[in-house]
């Protein structure tokens, strides 16, 4: 008898603490289209990435900015976000020159490149690493870093993105020279 | 601990009172004044800036002084301080090759200090004037700064995350043993005494610092240590007090 008592008056505090629930706003979302994927080469020799000259970058200080191009201006302002109407479930990253000699011509270099730990403007990160489908699009800019150090020479990456409704979009990096 | 610690402090005179049978006598002080900072902590790097505070605070004290003898007593007292950081400049304690994308350093808080001490005082008087002196022991909060850094090395995409944590908690205070000797020249105005007070707290512990470096785009710990100042941390307090006797 006195064990149900505390059962119940545990059960009691659960459903009292679950029927809180005015201290979480859900956002409001407007969808939109995902219409064009561009690629940029980033220098992130220095404090900041920028975008990569014709003189090329150092090997161990290379970035891939994917730029998600949409149907609606995406900002942030009056807690207004978008969400796409079909999200990203795969990001893949393919060498279209040979990275090093483990990673020869058309590798899958996906796992070498890392979500860039960093606020950037826009950034909004490759969820798809971890599982997730990238939707929510709180930015437009997804860095990711390559971790793994390429050989020297010109080097370009082919990106795929794979929405959930099975469309694919392919992109190639400008060739880069990576010294 | 301290909890037990300031129980014990707060029955003494209870304690004090069963084991002897002589009239009592009790004072009474509070006391407030100026605390000067005489840490001046050598880590033997670039980071003695974590424990660096302003010089000067100002501190309110009460001391309860149970005499059982004509001469010998025995004092509880607590302070509390006020106490700044000096925001000295950290920019040594980033590597030459390294980036500082971000900290949380420049906070400069400041924050109450409390301490708390038991010891025995011992008093010389005439009819107008009384000197006592005093040696007491005590634990101390002290100022710390548990600072983090975003840093990234130059020419390359390694970025690590910089943590110092003080005593293995992310608290701005750190708990600490301290010796305080002290004396206070008093004249005697009836039942009350107007005093003047110098106190000074040698810290006997040193600050223990853990230092991490996480890789941030793996989270993984690469480096550890753990380290202290080269020196003890001591401050004086200089006040002025009136004291009310029973």
């Not at chain 1, 709180?138 to 990711?144: A, P, R, S, T, V």
Request: some cysteine; proline content about 3%; hydrophobic content about 35%.
């Amino acid at each position: 008898m006195k064990h149900l008592l505390r059962i119940l008056l545990t059960l009691t505090v659960f459903l009292g603490m679950g029927c809180d629930c005015e201290g979480f706003i859900e956002p409001e979302y407007s969808s939109c289209k995902l219409t064009d994927v561009q690629l940029h080469n980033m220098n992130n020799e220095g404090k900041q990435p920028v975008e990569a000259t014709s003189a090329g970058i150092k090997k161990e200080a290379y970035l891939l900015r994917i730029d998600l191009i949409t149907d609606s201006l995406l900002n942030n302002t009056h807690y207004r976000f978008y969400k796409l109407e079909d999200g990203i479930i795969k990001l893949n990253i393919n060498t279209v020159d040979a990275l090093n000699q483990d990673y020869p011509v058309g590798a899958d270099v996906t796992t070498c490149f890392k979500n860039y730990p960093r606020t950037v403007e826009q950034n909004i990160g490759d969820s798809t690493q971890k599982g997730d489908t990238i939707n929510v699009m709180y930015g437009n800019k997804i860095y990711l870093a390559l971790r793994t150090t390429p050989q020297a020479g010109t080097h370009s990456f082919r990106v795929t993105l794979t929405l959930a409704s099975g469309k694919k979009i392919e992109r190639e990096t400008t060739p880069i020279m990576l010294y | 601990m301290r909890k037990i610690i300031i129980l014990i402090l707060f029955f003494l005179p209870a304690i004090l009172q069963a084991q002897t049978e002589k009239p009592k006598h009790i004072i009474i002080d509070v006391t407030t004044g100026i605390n000067v900072n005489l840490f001046e902590p050598k880590f033997g790097n670039a980071s003695d800036c974590l424990l660096s505070t302003k010089t000067i605070s100002p501190f309110i004290k009460n001391r309860f002084s149970y005499f059982f003898s004509s001469r010998w007593g025995a004092f509880v007292d607590f302070k509390i301080s006020s106490a700044t950081h000096s925001g000295k400049d950290y920019s040594n304690m980033i590597p030459n090759l390294y980036y500082n994308l971000g900290d949380d350093f420049n906070r400069n808080n400041s924050v109450v200090l409390h301490d708390g001490s038991i010891g025995g005082t011992y008093r010389i008087e005439n009819k107008k004037w009384s000197i006592r002196t005093r040696l007491g022991i005590g634990i101390g909060e002290m100022l710390v700064k548990n600072p983090d850094f975003t840093i990234k090395e130059k020419g390359n995409n390694n970025l690590y995350y910089i943590r110092y944590t003080a005593g293995d908690r992310y608290l701005e205070v750190d708990d600490l043993l301290f010796l305080n000797p002290g004396i206070s020249l008093s004249y005697k105005y009836g039942h009350i005494l107007f005093n003047m007070d110098i106190d000074y707290t040698q810290f006997i512990q040193k600050v223990s610092y853990t230092y991490d470096v996480t890789d941030a785009y793996t989270q993984e710990v690469i480096e550890s240590k753990k380290f202290a100042p080269k020196n003890l941390s001591g401050n004086l307090n200089l006040g002025l007090g009136v004291s009310f006797s029973f």
